[in-house]
């Protein structure tokens, strides 16, 4: 019986020493956030006494080093250490407690003994090294786990956490070092290191560090793909398009590829509209021979790129003709089917704004209707297309009965909108101005942010162009001209622009036709005129509709054309300042911010 109650006694004592513990762990640590670390440091050191517990020890130490009681923490640390002579903990807070008093010698004499003296036990390693990493001496955990590396005897090991340390410093050297070294063994890698070097590195200067390494690493061992990979990777990231195809197609005969490697990157060209680039690896991929499983993709490929070319600039007639030819050949060969109606659209476009052969253009696209099996987005996209040739082939109703076909059959669907839309656009050209709006109005709740705003911008040019019979007269040589640019004949759009001023010089259309103007001079690349109109805009007509689009266009013409980014990031700040609801905002702040230097991503 006394053995029971004794046993009841002490265990009621635990359980009241529990309950104590509880309140002094919650005391103290309320304490040690309000700053009383005195009141702190007296409950920390009865826990640490009690539990032993090294989270309690680290607050004791902590509150006695914010005191200023450095002797009391020394004398507290000693202590430990000769009782615990392997435990780094100690021995890195007796270092920090030098380091506190100006002992740096001491402490880092200190440090280094803890670090040489590591066992070779990963765990110890990556102990030591998370503890130095706790109070940010990260030159220290390197150091760690360098020391680690060798005496362990591997280079792969602790491959992860250094990358993690070099990328938090910013240390780009080093952080190529490691990817570069990790690689070879652990090419599952390179994602993570496109990705990581992608987001910190800043300029060409960075490119050109993992460039020196890339080489170096490429010279001695020619064989490993990874390298050249990554070389590829940076060659695009730099927009060295052509150093990258060199190496894309050493690479495809080194490895005897099918091509796979430099066909996805002929793609990644014609994204970045190295159009010329693109082309020369598709003929290299053709010229594989027709066995090759590519033939075919790169050749249409090829011919699009000529498209795409021949479509970015002020176009040659000759360069038109002799792509209209490749493309008829492709359709002679292959057959019109669903696989090849993408050539009957091009094609098409080519012959009736670029050739002038309008009577060709309408039958091409009226023959791909009749071919079987095609998507119904398809049908619908062709559809509009036709839409368009028949107003240049002066059937408006014809196009307006077209337009409203392909609105109902894709209601409420992107491609039924931009069916809409058009309608609105061909009343506009027409002069029936209280339809165009009426039609502009319905769309302004479209889901496409594009077309919205694009509705929006129709339905307040003709609401802001009607306040007088002189504005009417001018709406509708306005209409006209953008009926002559549609029409791709853009000099004549450009002089009934300039006429409109001169028939009506009180009109209210001025910040109308200096954006459309220097819509006309983009496209024919004559960026000085371009920029003359969109600063005129901006400067004279601020509350004007086209503000926002001005100033993006004239920010991107800086930045791409002109490469002023000083420019640039000051026109695409005024846009995010002036223009906070801008459908251009969100990508004008991303530019801005990788102009300026930020990190994205991270």
Known sequence: MKKFVLTILLFTVHLLCLAQDEVDDALAFQYYQQGQYQEASVL??????RTKS??????YYNSLVKLKKLDDAEKAVKKLIRQNPKNFHYTLALARVYQEKGQTEAATKMYMETINNVPADEFKVRELANLFYGFQAYDLAITTFLQGRKILNSEKIFTYELLTIYRFKKDKNMLVQEYVSALAAMPELLPQAESVLSSIFEDN????????????KIQKDPQAEIYTRLLIWQYLQ?????MALRQ?????KRIKDDGGILFNAANSFIANKAYTTAIKAYEYLVGKGQDNVYFLPAKIE???ARYQLALSGQ??????ADLAAQYESLLQEYGKTPQTVFALKKLANLQAYYIGDLDKAEKELESALAIQGIAAADIGQIKLDLGDIYILTRQPWEAFLIYEQVAKQFEAQPIGNEAHYRSAKLSFYQGNFSYAKSQADVLKASTSQLIANDALNLSLLISDNLQSATDSSALKMYADAEMLEFRNLPLKALAKLDSISIAFPANSLTDDVLMTKSRIYIKDKDITNAVKALTTLTAQESSSIWADDALFALAELYEKNIKDTEQAKTLYQKLINDHPGSMFTTEARKRFRKLRGDIIGT
Do not use: N, P, R, V
Not at 44 to 49: N, V, W
């Open 238 to 242: 730099q927009q060295e398009y052509e």
């Open 54 to 59: 090294d989270t309690y020890f680290d607050f």
């Open 44 to 49: 920390f050191e009865k826990l640490f006494s």
């Open 315 to 320: 176009f040659d007639k000759k360069a038109i």
């Open 248 to 252: 894309l197609i050493a690479q495809d």
């Open 205 to 216: 200067t960075d490119y050109q560090i993992l460039q020196a390494a890339l080489l170096k």
């Open 302 to 304: 090829m011919i699009d």
